[in-house]
């Protein structure tokens, strides 16, 4: 169907430290994966997205990898800051259907 | 470029009611739609547009109606409000995969 499914629910991690956020889904014909970022009362945001013809992609910070034939894309966030404290979302393109969401707080 | 514009922002009703939520984009993008946001549940998906005069439902359609006679609007209608549909709405609109969101409506029924 059009799932997919986001873990953890909650991350904590210590200023510096890396965070990964995992989804899975089982539409085969998936073919773009975005994550998106909430901060606290304002709405969801694009940060990065990967298509399904790569593994990898990075930006800074975070990357995002995509396992095709385990049906599975991570976020990956290093030297974490107390602004990425937030709500992550992964997505899969067809109605742009959302996981449940991973609350990350990084302590300082 | 205003974007994604959502009103009202706040709005409380009363069990039985019924409104409307707007949605407005000056993106000229082609596909439209509508999430809830409930802690824990992530964006769950209530109705979906792809162009003027097509719409389709999500994962959560029951109790909520759309319409879509204009490219830029694409409203949302409560039609009897119940409890369970105090949430925060969010309304978005796609150009290719990305999707650009309003600011949300937060609705509390009582």
């Known amino acids: 169907g059009e799932n997919v499914e986001q873990h953890p629910s909650t991350l904590s991690v210590q200023e510096g430290d890396s965070a990964v956020i995992k989804c899975t889904y089982s539409d085969s014909a998936s073919n773009y994966f975005p994550w998106y970022k909430q901060e606290l009362g304002k709405r969801p945001q694009l940060i990065i997205d990967i298509r399904s013809n790569v593994g990898e992609k990075k930006d800074q910070r975070i990357a995002v990898t995509l396992n095709k034939t385990a049906k599975h894309f991570s976020l990956h966030i290093t030297e974490t800051q107390p602004e990425d404290s937030a709500v992550y979302f992964c997505a899969h393109y067809r109605r742009l259907y959302f996981g449940r969401g991973t609350q990350l707080t990084v302590w300082p | 470029n205003a974007g994604v514009t959502q009103t009202p922002k706040f709005q409380v009703l009363k069990t039985g009611q019924s409104m409307t939520l707007q949605c407005a984009q000056d993106?000229?993008?082609?596909?439209m739609s509508w999430y809830r946001q409930d802690p824990g549940m992530g964006l769950r998906l209530i109705h979906y547009?792809?162009?003027?005069?097509?719409?389709d439902q999500g994962e959560v359609p029951n109790g909520y109606n759309v319409s879509r006679s204009t490219t830029e609007d694409f409203p949302l209608r409560l039609l009897s409000a119940a409890p369970s549909q105090t949430s925060v709405y969010f309304c978005?609109?796609?150009?290719?995969?990305?999707?650009?969101f309003g600011q949300g409506t937060r609705l509390t029924v009582v």
């Open positions: 993106m000229n993008h082609e596909y």
């Open positions: 547009s792809v162009g003027a005069g097509i719409t």
């Open positions: 978005a609109s796609s150009r290719g995969a990305e999707a650009f």
